[in-house]
């Protein structure tokens, strides 16, 4: 049977439906409205004000790469300027490769770009040196978690040194609703209540950050990708766990089958939730060490960094002694084939 009409333009072909919505559109008709869409998010939402500096957290992934080109596009409109800040974790056979696919946008795009590395920022630690330290501690599957940790402190320290008033990421919606999904499920009371809302708005000296994607399901984030013929990387990071993270996307996956709206739902409830007095967590106050945002005496980086650097790598984040070490990394979805974005599966008709 032959595709029908783009819905939008009624000239072309439509070349996919929009997993949401199930509107017929053509490759451009989509780009146009994905677009559209994320500028609503930042307008409405009031992210990026005219004049911003932003630091587009760039890893060379699907994500950040879709971000940084709708943000490109978008740039003039919102009277912003772009600077790419990709942090360098020390993943040995896996960064190097990502990060050559950055330069590569950075230098497609014409955008001026700054890498970051974790051994230059934490005293020689690498994330191949945190996961030997670990390894045997049971903390090893907890990588992520503290290249989590790290990589905030990373992006935001790059940010600061290019001049930046704004800091971006790709985090989608998908990535929003498993986070949302693991905070319910480990009772984290304050993770829910930071969780909300399109980003932070920079509370203890730190940059304001906001997630211009937050409302973008994965699939249109891949589409997007493929019909705008981004070049990107999309092989999984060595130390990807098998990680609780996992347990929420398998969850997602079920209840995204029975109700197609959960993933936007799950966001937009973490936004309006509202605590009990007696469950909210006690205000931050500042890191003793570093002067960040803690709600302890150390912040999580330094906590993390001082563990490490006595030989008892520990987790300073999360409940008690759980910790949160099964938290995954955001958008990787198992094992991803490399190559082009062609290979991508396009949903046709
Ligand atoms: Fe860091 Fe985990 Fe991402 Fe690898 S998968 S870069 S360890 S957060
Ligand atoms: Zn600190």
Redesign the pocket.
Known sequence: MPAPQCASCRKARAALRRPRSGQALCGTCFCAAFEAEVLHTVVAGRLLPPGAVVAVGASGGKDSTVLAHVLRELAPRLAISLHLVAVD?G?GG??DAALAAVRRQAARWELPLTVVAYAELFGGWT?DAVARSTAGSGRSRS??TF??VL?RRALEEGARRVGATHVVTGHNADDMAETVLMNFLRGDAGRLARGGGLGSPGEGGALPRCRPLQLASQKEVVLYAHFRRLDYFSE??????EAFRGHARELLKLLEAARPSAVLDLVHSAERLALAPAARPPPPGACSRCGALASRALCQACALLDGLNRGRPRLAIGKGRRGLDEE??PG?RGPQPSGPPASEPIPGF
Do not use: F, L, S
């Not at 999984?236 to 766990?241: D, F, G, Q, R």
């Open positions: 974790e993943i896996y960064r994330m990588c992520c290249c989590g990589r999984e990071c060595v130390y990807a766990p995954g990394p990787r």
